[in-house]
């Protein structure tokens, strides 16, 4: 237990004590300004029954249900592509991790040129094949899709290297096997490849779904959860109903409700996973 | 050495107590006004959102700071910058931490919020006489009859028009009252096809909370009640004034994506909008981006009922928990004065909130800055209520509603006036 001291204090100091201090904060009406008063469950139902917080979950889910599995499906195509003897792979590899490792901010500034509607690039683009221009974050109906674009863009660089990982770890007596007996490689894939990355699966999926579960900074800077809160996510509203309008008891318990739909899709993905993530 | 399950659960609830001890601890509920009697002296920190940048921070700290320093040389300033779109973050967690600085720079409508929680300290009013203030420009630093606020910048929400699509189309005279601007806006929108290139009028360019103000209170409308207690905005003034902006996009002449984002040349600049709602800064913009417009580009104020220039600025205002007092009341009356006030004004392009610097070099060599400080009588101000920092943020998106067509005008402002309720009811 000695051992682990370190590593525990750090997690206590860092993790337990402010996400105790949320959940008892989140039954209050601190406001950082004057001292807490004790409103039992209020922000709960205030947070449940806003419209705005509502549509922020929503959307979340939404952002969530499509650049997760899409960026997987993407990713592990790449990374099928990139493990093979591809001329100047180590090119390509750095070429899909570079998106990963830029700040957002720098990301978000070119997606906003990007889709400017006057003088952005994919404007020009759909122009020369004669489709008319859109305004892409400024439509309710575009917004979202823009947003999620940039969003599936972003994140394939590290699932991509998560799973050229654990492509690189298959035992290849399985492959050579398989191939005495006859199988496709499409076969190959689906019988052997598949089953074998599903601890690295596991690994992508809960990560890749608590982080668009945390989606913010491209909101922040690429629409302001506009127009009219169809982009807005809970990270953003915990961060307004906190840092803008200083209702940190409030923001506390929108915080307590995200831990809960994390912890919850977790715990039915490991449920469909087998209850293991470990064994093969 | 081994970790219970009793241990464990007796080091998080202490931590948990002490966490919240904490916050409680730091919060100045209750505090009276920091005593600025006693020496002048100690060390003070500044959260600024003015003079940004290395020259901001050269201006600064190498010549204001320094005037600051020879009359009181046992003070020492740090200074925090920061930018207006983070404030607001850095005082919630200097507040939660315990470190509010001794002097913060606070936006037009943030004064009854935080006199309201004894978070900022009441000035004398003598400071409010010792140079001359437009009275409409010191009503945003009061709260419950007291001054709490020295105003520094002004920032007003003007309309800039183009004088050469005027004249291409043969009008003379800017709009008078709302009426007036449609037709206008209709007579100098352009089309090429089915795509308008150039918009009558931009609206849209600014924040939309600023704007539909703008216009509510041009339209005779109130925000709030004197006493910030109770929503006046939803009257049918203020339905009228978002009306406007629908009526004007049906009309063809306004456009919610016709925008520019801040810094880009606007839309008045690239020559697809004709009239719109712009800041004093534009001149700076002009005189960077595009010197050839300047004299191609005048300015009015605008209203239906009631001519209305919304002024929003920067104040400096004292904190009601700092430990040198006397110190920060001597830094929030330095940087009220005409020095501090006319450099921070020049280097953001803004209106000097002190009158009497209007025959300055700087406001004479501005156009706009002059224009906005002429008709300072016509100003007026949005917050008027404790619980402004919670409505302000629910405005643009719940105004946008209606703007993209998914409820009406006066859903959205009946919307808005159940969450200002709301809101004013948890004070």
Known sequence: MLMVAPAFLHALIWIGIPVIAAFVLSFTNYDVLTQPRFTGIQNYVDALTDPVFRRGMVNTLVYAFFTVPVAMGIALLIALMLDTQLRARALFRTAVFIPQVTATIAVALVWLWIYDPRNGLLNAVLGFFGIPAQNWLSSTTWAMPSVIVVGIWQGIGLKMLIYLAALQSLPKDVYEAASVDGASKTRQFFSITLPLLKPATFFV?????ISAFQAFDLIYILTDGGPANTTTMMTYEIYKSA????????????????????????LANRRLNGGDSGRH | MEFSRRSFLTAMGLGTAAAVAGCATTSPSGSSAADPTGPVEGDITFLCALFEGATGKDTLEGKLLKQF????????VTVDYTDYGSLNEKITTGLASGLMPDVVTLGVGWIPPFAFKNAIAPLPESLATRYTYEERVLEPSRFDGKLYALPMVLDTRIVAYRKDFFEEAGIKDTPKNWDELREIAKQLTVKEGDKVTRVGFDPFSIDLRQCWETFLFGN??????ADGREVLFDSPEGVASLQLFLDMMADGSADFALTTEAGQPTTLQQGTSAIMMTNNSLYVQLEQQSPELIDK???????????AMLQG????????TSKNPAAARALVEFLGSPDPVLVASEQRGSVPAISDLKDSE?????PMVAFALENLGKARSEGGTPAWMEIREKIKPTLETAIVGQQTAQQAIDQLAGIANDAIARL
Do not use: H, W
Not at chain 1, 255 to 266: D, E, K, R
Not at chain 2, 69 to 76: A, H, I, S
Not at chain 2, 313 to 320: E, H, N
């Open chain 1, 205 to 209: 999926f809960v990560t890749s779904v």
């Open chain 1, 243 to 266: 840092f803008r309008e200083f209702r940190v008891g409030y923001a506390c318990a929108q915080s307590i409700i995200l831990f809960v739909f994390l912890l919850l899709l977790t």
């Open chain 2, 69 to 76: 320093n020879e009359k009181y040389p046992d003070v020492n």
């Open chain 2, 220 to 225: 005779s409308g109130e925000l709030f009640s």
């Open chain 2, 297 to 307: 580009i005048g300015t009015f104020v605008l209203g239906n009922t009631d001519p």
């Open chain 2, 313 to 320: 600025g920067t104040m400096v205002s004292q904190s009601a």
């Open chain 2, 362 to 366: 700087y406001v004479q060599g501005n």
